[in-house]
Nanobody, 120 residues
Framework: QVQLVESGGGLVQAGGSVRLSCAAS??????????MGWFRQAPGKERQFVGD???????TYGDSVKSRFTISRGNAKNMVYLQMNGLKPEDTAVYYC????????????WGQGTQVTVSS
């Protein structure tokens, strides 16, 4: 099992920045290479892919956040960060951290989510 805990959400004005953190733990996490992803879901909308980072630190981003958001890992590999700059009201959502084995195509583990609200 892998446990994921997000933190760092809150209320921010449009144009501002927020950094979310995701702490991964669990014996399984130490045994396998995991890709870590960020997703978001706004009220009444489907969950949206924000981006992910591979075990070898290759990053991929959704079109709506490219050039504004950056995903990185901590040195210990079990911390993942989502730096969000130039925030817009449409970025308002619950943000989720997720993990999947590097060879898997779907995400297996999910955090509880953290709310980010961007005011205009």
């Amino acid at each position: 099992q892998v446990q994921l805990v997000e933190s760092g959400g809150g209320l921010v004005q449009a144009g501002g920045s927020v950094r979310l953190s995701c702490a991964a733990s669990g014996r399984a996490f130490g045994n396998y290479a995991y890709t870590m992803g960020w997703f978001r879901q706004a009220p009444g909308k489907e969950r949206q892919f924000v981006g992910d980072i591979s075990w070898t630190d290759i990053t991929t981003y959704g079109d709506s956040v490219k050039s504004r958001f950056t995903i990185s890992r901590g040195n210990a590999k079990n911390m993942v960060y989502l730096q969000m700059n130039g925030l817009k009201p449409e970025d308002t959502a619950v943000y989720y951290c997720a993990a999947r084995s590097s060879w898997a195509s779907t995400y297996t583990y999910w955090g509880q989510g953290t709310q980010v609200t961007v005011s205009s």
